[in-house]
């Protein structure tokens, strides 16, 4: 059994790059969940792991000799308010290994104490938004969208003070890197173009090594950047999912999905749709995430202005050249993915109508976002089929209009009924990580000591393109008293 073999090298930056710091013990450390499929990806000996040295590790409570945890440094505009030094104020890499592909991947503590980043808060976590932050990132996962991972969670043995005492907990999350938009604006907002191009050299030679190779590097990591985001905001909102947070600090530069907090997934169709306590506003709604997104990748272009051109107008004419690819980037991702949702191999004019026509009438109806994609394959090949789909429309008759000039669209496709329903079914889930049933597990675990929910969530989550018999509930949008009005980062 052994240790990680950590190959390090954010710390090799400059010192302003981030602060040295221990993890800070916790009481009495148990393990409650270990991803050793993910271990195996990472080259790490689950054994070693799960066993006491292991929980020490993963609690904080003592970390290997080869180990160099840091807290990084950044910046963030936070619901438009731009702060100037945020940083990991509950996080601590313990480092970063080379997987089995040869990628460089980190290993953070999340919830692991105070850094000299955490301003007034105490660098801890409790239960609830660990076990959230596990089962929707490593439901992200399954369903095919970058996302960071979890590797493990324990629980600490300590309470930590919310709105009341709640217990303690530790997650280890696992990402290809932590470095986000935020890490840019902490050096560009204190007049430090070195430390700017000495992070975009270091991203361009981490995630983006073709763009060196460009005649203007860093104008190709910028494209990059946003080519990533625009893909990744698609995957998005082809799932129904909604960030709910989506400050600058957390949007990675590599294009996964990172920060879980208030997170959570539509059930009906709903461009509005928020969920998080703190988005008064609806500035991170569901259907204002692409403009969000767009957003925060102008403050992206603002802090690499002084390394992309000489001139200012030159840096300027660049930027605004390179976010104008955003918009045409995540439309055709977006309607790429409709037309696979709704069975279309080939593409034709009217084909964005009739995705169109066909999120309108679900917004109009209350249809639930997912079932009403997944049931599609059932009606594909004629009207027999379609009593399952129709019925989650408000009004069920809405749904014939469009069906029959969908059904006629099919027509003109190539795929017979098996290889379509396949195809369907492989890009429409049946199972996403419902609000309310994230909500039951968590009180399960929270105020039962009961883990029971959290292993069959993550179970019937990792194969969420597969029908489950046995787990067919977990299929059911909520019923009226159980619907989740509101989700909190509980930070
Ligand atoms: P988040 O809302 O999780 O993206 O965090 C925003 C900022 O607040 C980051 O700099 C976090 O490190 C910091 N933060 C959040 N919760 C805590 C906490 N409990 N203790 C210290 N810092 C925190
Ligand atoms: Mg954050």
Same mark, same amino acid.
Do not use: R
């Given at each position: 059994m052994s240790y990680p073999q950590f190959d390090n090298s954010y710390i090799h930056l400059p010192d302003r790059f981030f602060a040295r710091v221990d993890p800070t013990p916790v009481a009495t450390p148990r393990l409650i969940r270990l991803n050793s499929g993910l271990a195996e990806e990472l080259r790490l000996d689950a054994g070693w792991l799960a066993s006491p040295v292991g929980i020490d590790m993963l609690s904080g409570n003592r970390l290997p000799d080869n180990a160099e945890p840091i807290a990084a440094a950044y910046a963030g505009h936070q619901f438009g308010q731009f702060v100037p030094q945020l940083g990991d104020g509950r996080a601590i890499l313990l480092g970063e290994v080379i997987d089995r592909d040869g990628a460089r991947r980190d290993i953070q503590l999340k919830g692991s104490g105070p850094t000299p980043f955490s301003r007034r808060g105490d660098g801890r976590a409790a239960l609830g938004p660990v076990l959230r932050e596990y089962v929707v990132s490593e439901a992200m996962a399954a369903l095919g969208i970058p996302t960071t991972r979890a590797l493990a969670a324990v629980t600490t043995g300590d309470t930590v003070a919310r709105e009341t005492l709640l217990p303690g907990a530790v997650l280890t999350r696992v990402a290809s890197s932590h470095i986000r938009v935020g890490t840019f604006q902490f050096f560009a907002a204190r007049g430090d173009v070195e430390g700017v191009r000495i992070l975009a050299d270091y991203v361009i030679a981490r995630?983006?090594?073709?763009?060196?190779?460009?005649?203007e590097p860093y104008r190709a990591l910028l494209d990059a950047v946003i080519a990533a985001q625009a893909d990744l905001v698609a995957q998005w909102l082809l799932v129904g999912f909604i960030h709910g947070v989506m400050n600058t600090d957390n949007m990675s530069v590599a294009g996964e999905t990172i920060d879980y907090g208030p997170c959570a997934f539509m059930?009906?169709?709903?461009? +509005?749709t928020v969920f998080s306590a703190i988005d008064q506003n609806g500035r991170y709604a569901y259907g204002n995430q692409p403009s969000i997104a767009q957003w925060n990748l102008t403050r992206l272009a603002e802090a690499l202005l002084p390394v992309l051109a000489e001139d200012q107008d030159s840096a300027v004419a660049r930027a605004q050249e390179a976010l104008d690819v955003f918009a045409t980037r995540f439309k055709t991702k977006f309607h790429a993915g409709m037309r696979r949702k709704i069975g279309l191999v080939t593409e034709q004019d009217g084909d964005v109508t009739l995705v169109q026509d066909l999120l309108k009438i679900m917004a109009e109806n209350g249809a639930d976002y997912t079932l009403t994609f997944r049931r599609l394959s059932d009606a594909a090949s004629g009207a027999k089929g379609d009593k399952a789909v129709r019925s989650l429309f408000g009004d069920p008759t809405s749904f014939d209009g469009w069906a029959s000039n969908w059904r006629q669209r099919l +027509?003109?496709?190539?795929?017979?009924d098996d290889t379509r329903r396949a195809a369907m079914n492989a890009v429409n889930p049946a199972y996403i990580p419902r609000n309310h049933q994230i909500e039951a597990m968590i009180s399960a675990a929270v105020e039962q000591d009961d883990f029971g929910p959290f292993g069959e969530l993550m179970e019937v989550l990792s194969r969420p393109y597969e029908d489950q018999p046995s787990f067919a509930r977990y299929a059911e949008p909520p019923q009226p008293h159980e619907r989740v009005l509101q989700t909190f980062c509980g930070t």
């Open positions: 995630h983006y090594p073709n763009a060196a190779e460009s005649p059930d009906t169709y709903d461009l +509005g +027509g003109q496709e190539q795929q017979d």
